[in-house]
């Protein structure tokens, strides 16, 4: 279903997802240095457990062995992180700002109106429940 503008009716609308994409870099910073550094003191754990039951890769082994679990760990850290930041940003873009932008008459708002094809008619996005079918425009004629 087509996104309209309440301002000019207009379907050329666009995102802006500010603190969609603020959250998400700094959860993947956030998440990044967790991961390193719990990787890193895991990793430490992992050589001297390691060392102790054999040595199969000897010195050498240890230490790549210290370094691949603290990329992996940092990249799942971030990864994780990104993910949680973008989700409570996307809460924040739709429940707090004006995240929607009309191409066509630079108008911002918050909940734009959406087409609905069996009904002919125009409701606003996400909040027919709560209006009962108050402010709805008709567009059949």
């Known amino acids: 279903m087509p996104m309209i503008c309440p301002n000019c009716l207009s379907t ?3 995102t802006k997802d500010y603190a969609k994409k603020a959250a998400a870099t700094v959860g993947f910073l956030g998440g990044t240095a ?5 990787a890193k003191s895991g990793a430490e754990i992992g050589s001297i457990v390691g060392g102790s039951i054999g040595f199969i890769a000897g010195p050498v082994g240890s230490r790549v ?3 691949i679990g603290t990329l992996v760990g940092g990249m799942v ?7 949680t ?4 940003g996307h809460v924040i873009d739709e429940r707090l700002l004006d995240n ?13 109106l959406v087409f609905d094809q069996k009904e002919t ?9 709560i209006l009962g079918g108050v402010g709805r425009l008709d567009v059949s004629r």
């Open 100 to 112: 929607y932008h009309c191409l066509a008459c630079d108008h911002h708002f918050r909940t734009p």
């Open 77 to 83: 850290g971030g990864i994780t992180g990104a993910l």
């Open 65 to 67: 062995g210290k370094w």
């Open 12 to 14: 050329q609308i666009e």
């Open 121 to 129: 008619e125009i409701t606003p996005f996400s909040n027919d429940a």
């Open 34 to 38: 967790s991961g390193i550094a719990s």
């Open 85 to 88: 930041g973008a989700q409570l």
